[in-house]
């Protein structure tokens, strides 16, 4: 069974910066790629980045790249979601996802496995 933690989550001025974290069991970790997904209010869910399982990484956008950054953090079985020059529409719920085909569905994106969520909100 699949089981992500997201932490990190919580209330950030427009320009600031945020870390999330989500925590993974060791074969999570080492079985699937990693990555965020995010949702905001009446919207679909978005996919942010991740990382496979070959260390490859993947952005939506060139301007999402362009300000968030994801990484692991081996030692612990977490991946990071670094955010910088937060903006109010970034407000959304942020999902931690693990997926078995780096999280490509044709020209979507989705995740075998989901984590519960944590609420980003961007003050203006």
């Known amino acids: 069974q699949v089981h992500l933690v997201e932490s990190g989550g919580g209330l950030v001025q427009a320009g600031g910066s945020l870390r999330l974290s989500c925590a993974a069991s060791?074969?999570?970790?080492?079985?699937?790629?990693m990555g965020w997904f995010r949702q905001a209010a009446g919207k679909g869910r978005e996919f942010v980045g991740g990382i496979t399982r070959n260390d490859e990484y993947i952005y939506s956008t060139d301007s999402m790249k362009a300000r968030v950054t994801i990484s692991r953090g081996n030692a612990k079985n977490t991946v990071y979601l670094q955010m910088n020059s937060l903006k109010p529409e970034d407000t959304a719920v942020y999902y931690c996802?693990?997926?078995?085909?780096?999280?490509?569905?044709?020209?979507?994106?989705?995740?075998?496995?989901w984590g519960q969520g944590t609420q980003v909100t961007v003050s203006s």
């Open positions: 060791a074969r999570t970790f080492n079985s699937y790629a």
């Open positions: 996802a693990a997926d078995s085909w780096a999280f490509r569905r044709g020209g979507d994106y989705s995740a075998d496995y």
